[in-house]
């Protein structure tokens, strides 16, 4: 009897550990169960569909031009339930380079060197000035699940309803998903192509 319980301790041990894995994987923790070719699938049930507006160059339009795209844009927020506003900084984040650097350029003796330092340091400030207007904006609608059953031609009167506000979008495809997630999470905005599995290009090249 005593040989059993020991057992049963143990096999108990095993299954909170197992339990212990699943809830401290990192897609439970962003509460993302996969990504579709049309949307983002949440463990709760729920789907968010993201719509990419195209930005307008604000500064080139009077002030009733500003006022119209105003008004429209709260036309789409009072006419959808569950909408949310994302605003992204589609740049590379060089802060921490350029913390290094400057530290380097204290610390260094040679000249030479000092002088290359502050020619990096230089083309770094460079770039994020020329990037500092890069903006990624989307328009993110939760689909609940009860309304899965007609999810499609839900998106469709969604994407018809801003449309007709006349602003810009494009509704995000899986690709695009992966890289606002990318840009999102680590402010990666250099990979060109995500995979799903890390890994599968090589093993797709020995096949």
Known sequence: MKRKKKTEKKDTVKKKTKKNKKVSSTRMLINTKTIT????????????????????NLSVMSKENIGAKIFALTNVVKGLNDIEIICLNS?????????????????????????????????????????????????AVRIKPDDQLEVHSLIHRIEKL????????????????????????????TTSQFEDYDGKRWYDGIQ
């Open 37 to 56: 070719d049309y949307s983002l699938k949440l463990f709760n049930g729920e789907e968010v569909v993201f719509f990419v507006v195209q930005p307008q």
């Open 91 to 139: 740049r590379d984040n060089f802060e921490e380079n350029k913390y290094f650097l400057k530290k380097r350029i204290q610390e260094e003796t040679e000249e030479v060197v000092i002088k290359l330092l502050k020619e990096d340091l230089y083309h770094l400030d460079k770039i994020q000035t020329q990037t500092a207007t890069a903006r990624l904006f989307l328009i």
């Open 162 to 189: 801003i449309r007709m506000q006349n602003i810009s979008v494009t509704r995000a495809d899986k690709e695009m998903i992966k890289r606002m997630l990318a840009v999102y999470f680590e402010q990666n905005v």
